[in-house]
């Protein structure tokens, strides 16, 4: 293991340091991110107080081969030894590493209900109520969020498709490249707290509607073909897709890596799915990275 003095600063080689750091709400999902991890080829650390994750890169980069892919998941067990998340990624990125910093998050009533389902208290709860002990963590977290590189929502996400969702944003691709993420949801289940841009598709006509289409969704061609072959539907998703063309370049330029485009309608079951399928398919036309993912599609 090479010997890295105080004021020597890592340069990654050609296969470079992959580094992701994992954190967030307790019941929000932490450890089905770190197995699907695993699942794309990562080395997975789990409950690393922050005053080694210095100490782990360093290893990870000495020790090569498949220790590259390192992903360090924290918690609040680990902040009993440091509450400095972000001066940690700081002293990180000092020393010449590029960590990820994923964050999971959930409604508040929606981690009560999972603390509840498996008779287990919150680790912050104290003498409180479950309530009390998410409202503690969330405020320990406020700087976390706001500084992390992806912020998965897994309010709507059941354990398949949270793990779908690590895979696609960290197997196999060049993962240092923007990846766009197209989501459709509905306004009326709110609006997703992950997305860099909401996009609106409910000037168009609502194919809930039609009677021939009410039960189909956006995926299937009669709908699709509806919604896109509205007056202004093409030039909707011609124009946002320049938008997102354009753009890219620069948010790779300032390291930011993950782009949410959240497309809405009312119920999130035909038009903002026929748009987002379609806005989609116009990003990877011009050799974007982009994938879809339906928020609230069969929750009506």
């Known amino acids: 293991m090479p010997d890295l003095g105080p004021d020597e600063v890592v340069e990654p080689d050609e296969a470079g340091t992959d580094l992701v750091v994992v954190t967030g709400l307790s019941g929000g999902g932490r450890s089905t991110v770190a197995r699907a991890l695993e699942n794309v080829g ?21 020790a090569g081969g498949a220790a590259r892919r390192t992903a360090m998941v924290l918690d609040v ?11 940690a990624v700081r002293a990180l990125k000092e020393r010449g590493f590029s960590p990820r910093v994923v964050f999971v998050d959930a409604d508040d ?24 002990g998410i409202a503690a963590e969330r405020k320990l977290l406020v700087e976390a969020r ?16 949270l793990r779908r969702r690590v895979e696609e944003l960290f197997g196999g691709e060049d993962s240092r490249r923007l990846r766009i993420t197209v989501l459709s949801f509905g306004f009326k289940y709110g609006l997703p707290p992950d997305a860099d841009y909401v996009l609106d598709a409910r000037f168009l006509p609502n194919p809930f509607w039609v009677p021939e289409l009410r039960e189909h969704t956006g995926l299937e061609e009669g709908v699709s073909s ?5 007056e202004g539907a093409t030039d909707f998703v011609a124009t946002y897709a320049g938008l997102i063309a354009a753009t890219a370049p620069g948010f790779e330029r ?7 485009v959240a497309i809405g309608c009312t119920g999130g079951k035909h038009r903002s799915v026929a ?26």
Request: glycine share 6%.
């Open 42 to 62: 990562f080395y997975v650390v789990d409950n690393l107080p922050q005053a080694l994750m210095l100490e782990m890169a360093e290893l990870a980069f000495a």
């Open 109 to 132: 009533e929606v981690l009560i209900r999972r603390f509840e389902s498996v008779r287990r208290s919150h680790p912050l709860q104290g003498d409180g109520r479950l309530a009390d």
């Open 254 to 260: 300032e390291g930011k890596r993950y782009l949410t």
């Open 146 to 161: 706001e500084q992390s590189d992806v912020i998965i929502d897994t309010s709507h996400l059941n354990v398949n498709q």
């Open 226 to 230: 509806y919604v896109l072959g509205q």
């Open 275 to 300: 748009i987002a399928e379609e806005l989609t398919s116009r990003l990877t036309g011009m050799r974007l990275s982009a994938h879809t993912s339906h928020r609230d599609l069969g929750r009506e």
């Open 77 to 87: 067990r680990s902040r009993a030894f440091s509450t400095d998340l972000a001066g």
